[in-house]
């Protein structure tokens, strides 16, 4: 089994849908992200958690939110949906410490917005 | 704000071949990460670069940093099939814990 978990790892939804993307965690690490990947832009932080009552904006936060239900578990949802939210999403896990900033992440939620 | 670019943002090279990915980073940043995506996956750490002249190798890769010229060099030695994929570098800024701006990315394309 993977060690950091997406689901779901495809979604098809209309505009106006109200989707939850959900990430679990067996690597008992603190941190966790929430980047979207779209084709030339590499990788964009949406959200992040540094703990379960830490959580931050990142570069593209706007039509997103997330919750930190645990420390293993960091949803990202998107309460309307819009065509240009069609992305990859990923979701990433860290380390505390300068030394152990390495993300790792999971498989990908793939989101199409019709 | 960091920003980090990469070139060539398309790569295509014959077997045996050899090349180099820059990555080139706008602010200070004391580590530079590379990853590599195979299509349709995600995200696999390569190598993490934590000070200034750090050189890391495996197999056919190999990452140096530079920190004083805000550039990291990805070198494929002899480049084989199995090495086709995107390939992205992150860094982060000085004091920004572990905040990564990634480059967006070289997809890498060896033909036989």
């Known amino acids: 089994d993977a060690d950091v978990t997406q689901t779901p790892r495809n979604r098809i939804t209309k505009t106006g849908k109200r989707i939850m993307l959900e990430c679990s965690q067996t690597?008992?690490?603190?941190?966790m992200y929430w980047y979207r990947q779209d084709p030339g832009l590499g990788l964009r932080l949406i959200y992040y958690?540094?703990?379960?009552?830490?959580?931050n904006k990142g570069e593209i936060s706007d039509g997103y939110s997330v919750s930190r239900q645990a420390q293993a578990k960091f949803s990202l949802s998107l309460e309307s949906a819009i065509p240009n939210q069609t992305a990859l999403y990923f979701c990433a896990t860290s380390l505390l410490g300068r030394d152990a900033g390495e993300l790792f992440f999971g498989e990908g939620s793939r989101l199409t917005v019709l | 704000e960091l920003k980090v670019e990469q070139n060539p943002l398309f790569l295509s090279m014959q077997e045996g071949k050899n090349y180099t990915i820059y990555c080139n980073y706008s602010?200070?940043?004391?580590?530079l990460y590379w990853y590599r995506q195979d299509p349709g996956k995600s995200l696999e750490s390569l190598f993490v670069l934590l000070s200034n002249g750090a050189v890391k190798q495996e197999g056919r890769l190999m990452a140096s940093l530079d920190t004083k010229a805000r550039l990291s060099t990805l070198h494929i030695t002899a480049a084989v099939h199995d090495l086709s994929a995107t390939y992205f570098c992150?860094?982060?800024?000085?004091?920004?814990?572990?905040?990564?701006?990634f480059g967006g990315g070289t997809r890498l394309m060896v033909k036989p």
């Open positions: 958690s540094f703990d379960v009552k830490d959580i």
């Open positions: 602010t200070t940043s004391d580590r």
């Open positions: 690597k008992g690490h603190d941190r």
């Open positions: 992150a860094g982060g800024p000085t004091g920004a814990g572990n905040m990564l701006t």
